[in-house]
Antibody, heavy 123, light 107 residues
Framework: QVQLQESGPRLVKPSETLSLTCGVS?????????WGWMRQPPGKGLEWIGT???????YFNPSPTGRVIMSVDTSKNQLSLRLTSVTAADTAVYYC????????????????WGQGTVVTVSS | EIVLTQSPATLSLSPGERATLSCRAS??????LAWYQQKPGQSPRLLIY???NRATGVPARFSGSGSGTDFTLTISSLEPEDFAVYSC?????????FGGGTKVEIK
């Protein structure tokens, strides 16, 4: 059974860097798949932040422009998300999720999601 | 960026009734549309992928249809556990985008 678990600080100060990890169990990242990060501000809809492949190829949402860093660590079987220069607008529940492998050459929908972690940006 | 517009924002229905949710794309996305269900305090759950394919374990009362720019999620007869927020998502092009969601609430 594939499971994802987000972890990281729940409170981040404005202008600092938000850092989250997503531990993957029941599936080896090195086998090959794509992984996404999403967020959901309080009372709002889902927003895709970016996607990373098992080999480190990344795709980002133009917004938040230039502030996102994503990486994959196959030895630890985990993903990482860093968001720099945060503001209150970055307060949200952050999710990691796996893209399903249903279409060769194209990322699939998100079939496995982590439980999400609440991050608040405040001084 | 492909914008997904969901309607209505809120749907008030009773158990046993039929729910029809709409998702409209700002340009053609072929059939690369997924639907997710999200209950309060929970992460999204994949229901439908590629417009009309049910994900593993999804009850048959959930069905999806459409292609191009207009898509529909239908719940044939609402069960108590179906009252939730439903979001659509396209994977036709980067950036991936989600609709704003439709809340199905108990009338």
């Amino acid at each position: 059974q594939v499971q994802l678990q987000e972890s990281g600080p729940r409170l981040v100060k404005p202008s600092e860097t938000l850092s989250l990890t997503c531990g993957v169990s029941g599936y080896s990242i090195g086998r090959g798949s794509y992984w996404g990060w999403m967020r959901q501000p309080p009372g709002k809809g889902l927003e895709w932040i970016g996607t990373i492949s098992h080999s480190g190829t990344t795709y980002f949402n133009p917004s938040p422009t230039g502030r996102v860093i994503m990486s994959v660590d196959t030895s630890k079987n985990q993903l990482s998300l860093r968001l720099t220069s945060v503001t209150a607008a970055d307060t949200a529940v952050y999710y990691c999720a796996r893209h399903s492998n249903i279409t060769p050459g194209r990322v699939g929908p998100f079939d496995i999601w982590g439980q999400g972690t609440v991050v608040t940006v405040s001084s | 960026e492909i914008v997904l517009t969901q309607s209505p924002a809120t749907l008030s229905l009773s158990p046993g009734e039929r729910a029809t949710l709409s998702c409209r794309a700002s340009q053609s996305i072929s059939s690369y549309l997924a639907w997710y269900q999200q209950k309060p305090g929970q992460s999204p759950r994949l229901l439908i992928y590629d417009a009309s394919n049910r994900a593993t374990g999804v009850p048959a009362r959930f069905s999806g249809s459409g292609s191009g720019t207009d898509f529909t999620l239908t719940i044939s007869s609402l069960e108590p556990e179906d009252f939730a927020v439903y979001s659509c998502q396209q994977r036709s092009d980067w950036p991936l985008t989600f609709g704003g969601g439709t809340k199905v609430e108990i009338k």
